[in-house]
């Protein structure tokens, strides 16, 4: 199954483009989120008819009464006739609003639903270059805004050009002058209402991307605050979010300024029109051309007129915010998921259930050949990425400084990838690299920081794909792969240690949520974490913490490792696993990591050789290329940089 042709270098099919404006989105996106509910809002559009046509009796009744009472005869039933209208016209108005508030928030869900699926299953090289703040202000904030095209008009202004074409016609019918009149001042607000929109749209879009900065800022703020307070750093950093707080509220300004100018239309509009019928109207009434009653039917139907043309100018300001804030959540629906562009890299008919079939028996467990691979660089962004701004950065320093940690690693794993950190590499990162992991043996990566070690596991779990060469799995092109099959094979342990907001049982049961408690207790001691679950009464169910805080460094590290014991895969990636543990803890996790290692293959990542020495083979790299492949005593002797390495570990 395997071919020795190495895949030719290709571009990147989720290399980013730089837009040449801010995202946009057309009405008929926004009308698809709409149709969704198509069942509910047909019947709000009946709702609308109905009313529509209890609104435009009622001025008929009012000429009907004023007659009536102008001849001096009984009114019968004609006032209880009225009166069943108003209420009926009262009744339909709020059960519509109901189903439109309801449909609005169903609206939002669908968004957000959509939104954050493709989120979680966008390429990591876009959340490499994205902050994690602005994509929670898109499914937070943005997509809100798209519940008010409904409650704020735009399917009431269905009902509401029934009403405003039903006063048109009775109007024209009334006196024909009057309505040229009444007209003419509506077609300025028109043309006035048109020339704002656009403005709208654009501002919206302004404000909600201002919006998400600041989501991001607070976000960057509140993750890092025990480190912020350390370095006495509170008060920039509340300058730095107090200055997007003001840009947003600035764009949120800008946005009010605008609309201020629309809103007041439709009601200049009506107070014009109301003061031309009623001046031009009474001249007509003392001339005769049209009676009183018919001048009060008029200017009925006039208001009738001048409010639906007031929801159609909602509407309108609605939707430009609202298509404003569709263009930001588009921008992310619309971006490759990271197995969209998978049968271009090659035919579905060589995709296998690796999870059921296993390694193959003679094939190694890994291979890398020929593998070239570099970064993306980030876009132009009006603002530093976070991983480069993180203040996780300075931490890491500052560690270095007082406790001799290796301060470019301790840096580079803060920005997410621990030595190779995409936000700070545009090069290449691997050039020509191969070698192989055996089955069922312990594979060490060595070298400086920045050789490219956590970049290699980062190709084995299909984060990225090499831009040329292959890495193989079981003697198959990982790319020809199901990518849940694959990862169903592999555990991961990254550098450093990410545990989950929630309890010790859900962090446990994250690969393998079928996992029973006895085997979640079992894990645990075997990792030594057996005071951590007797520490508090509810045991498995013991919460720790956003980012695992109420755990110390080396008890996440513990967990995180007990979580990939617990799924027990034939392969195991080990980032610098026992990093922060002490002597004791780190003797114990080798020896649970060597019981469940038995016939199973082992990749490990080490800065101290002292935990990699017995490896079955060790791979040392260094600026991205394989230096050297053997045994400890094999390297020592053949190989100056790791020769070198074991020295300042007196390691020989």
Known sequence: ??????????????????????????????????????????????????????????????????????????????????????????????????LLQRTGEGVVLSSRRKLVARMLRLPISEFDTRRTGDLVSRVGSDTTLLRAVLTQGLVEAIGGALTFVGALIAMLIIDPVLLGLTVLVVAVSIVVVTLLSSR?????????????????AVERAISSVRTIRAANATE???????ADATGAWKMG???????????????????????????????????GAITVANLVAFILFLFM?????????????????????????????????????????????MTVGVANEGLA????????????????????????????????DAEAIALGALGGVDVVAEAEAAAGLGGDAPAATHGGVLHGVSFTVPRGKRTALVGPSGAGKSTILALIERFYDPEAGQVRFGGMDI????????????????????????????????????????????????????EVLERSELGLDAPVGEDGIMLSGGERQRLAIARALLAAPPVLLLDESTSSL???????????????????????????????????????????????????????????????????????
Request: aromatic fraction near 4%.
């Open 582 to 652: 002490d002597g004791r803890n780190e003797q114990l996790m080798r020896e649970a990591i060597d019981a469940v290692a038995e016939d199973r293959t082992l990749l490990v990542i080490a800065h101290r050789l002292s935990t990699v020495v017995d490896s079955d083979q060790i791979v040392v790299l260094d600026h991205g290329r394989v230096v050297g492949i053997g045994t400890h005593s094999e390297l020592v002797a053949s190989t100056p940089l790791y020769r070198d390495l074991a020295k300042h570990q007196l390691l020989v």
């Open 253 to 287: 300004i800008q946005v009010a300024r605008i609309s201020a100018l629309v809103v007041p239309v439709a009601g200049i509009a009506m107070q014009v029109s109301f003061l031309v019928v009623l001046g031009v109207g009474g001249f007509r009434v003392a001339s």
């Open 236 to 242: 920039r950093e509340i300058a730095a979010v107090d």
């Open 200 to 216: 709208i749209r654009v501002a919206s879009q302004k404000a909600q991307t201002k919006v998400g900065d600041l989501a991001a």
């Open 479 to 530: 790319r020809t792969l199901d990518r849940v099959a694959l990862r169903s094979n592999i555990g991961y342990v990254e550098q450093d240690a990410p545990v989950l907001a929630g309890s010790l049982r859900d962090n446990l049961r994250l690969a393998t949520p079928d996992a029973t408690d006895e085997q979640c207790v079992d894990v645990l001691h075997a990792v030594n974490l057996t």
């Open 305 to 349: 007129m001048i409010l639906p043309l007031g929801q159609a100018f909602g509407a309108i300001t609605a939707v430009n915010s609202a298509l404003g804030a569709l263009g930001r959540i588009q921008e992310i629906l619309d971006l490759p998921t990271e197995d969209q562009f998978d049968r271009d890299i090659a035919p579905l008919g």
């Open 361 to 392: 028996p003679n094939a190694p467990a890994i291979e890398f050949v020929d593998v070239e691979f570099a970064y993306p660089s980030a876009p132009e962004r009006e603002e530093p990425s976070e991983a480069a701004t993180a203040p996780a």
């Open 1 to 98: 199954m395997s071919t020795e042709t190495t895949a030719p270098r290709r571009r990147s099919p989720f290399a980013r483009r730089e837009a040449d404006s801010g995202p946009r989105a057309r009405f008929s996106q926004l009308l698809a989120y709409l149709l969704e509910h198509r069942g509910v809002l047909s019947f709000v559009v009946v709702l609308s008819v109905l009313g529509a046509a209890a609104s435009l009796a009622q001025p008929l009744l009012v000429s009907q009464v004023i007659t009536i009472v102008g001849k001096g005869e009984p009114l019968n039933g004609i006032v209880w006739g009225l009166v069943a209208l108003v209420v009926v016209s009262a009744l339909i108005s709020g059960y519509q609003h109901y």
